[in-house]
């Protein structure tokens, strides 16, 4: 072994916590590249869906929680679509998340939880999301990556074709989406 080798220390019991966590089986998986190939961001991932797929089979834990690719999923849920043995790759990726949170690991792609904070406190907020005031929230917390108006320009040509508001739109029952966070703990 090569003095820079990673050492792998699979956790057998991976698969299994993750199946009970998704309540379904990802072990049916055989690999067949049919969730990768049809992936739309497959080009900014370190490691392909059916990748992640096989290193939860084998217990790699780490290497998975650690990964871009479960941060970079749209859950756009091509690839569940197009498994031919029902496995559930987009869920999978979301429930990958939900571990990484929950037991702490460094996310790889820091931006996405925050852009994913920014979205829920707009929803909370307002009852709907408004663009203008999540991306405000959004780019206060990631002025480090590019600066508070990185993307002015596009939000100006949005803007001019009527794609961006400047003032929200009320809805009647807002009160009812704040209830549900309060429920759920948000």
């Not at 991932?45 to 059916?50: A, E, I, S, T």
């Not at 990556?145 to 596009?154: I, Q, R």
């Not at 939000?155 to 508001?165: D, I, Q, R, V």
Request: aromatic share 6%; with cysteine.
């Amino acid at each position: 072994m090569g003095a820079n080798a990673e050492v792998v220390k699979p956790d057998p019991a991976f698969r299994k916590q993750v199946e009970e966590k998704l309540g379904k089986k990802i072990s049916s998986c055989f690999h067949c590249n049919k969730c990768s190939s049809g992936c739309p961001v497959t080009f900014a991932m370190d490691f392909l869906p059916n990748k992640v797929v096989r290193m939860v089979q084998m217990g790699m834990k780490d290497q998975v929680l650690r990964s871009s690719t479960i941060w970079l999923c749209a859950s756009c849920q091509t690839c569940t679509t197009r498994c031919p043995n029902d496995v559930d790759i987009a869920a999978l990726m979301d429930g990958l998340r939900e571990m990484t949170v929950s037991e702490g690991v460094e996310v790889a792609e820091e931006s996405v939880p925050l852009f994913h904070d920014a979205f829920l406190a707009e929803v909370e907020k307002r009852g709907r999301v408004f663009e203008v005031g999540m991306l405000a929230r959004f780019k206060l917390k990631t002025r480090k990556e590019g600066g508070l108006f990185k993307d002015a320009e596009l939000g100006w040509e949005m803007f001019k074709k009527g794609k961006l508001k400047l003032l929200p739109d009320k809805i009647s029952k807002r009160e009812e989406v704040r209830e549900i966070f309060r429920k759920s703990g948000a």
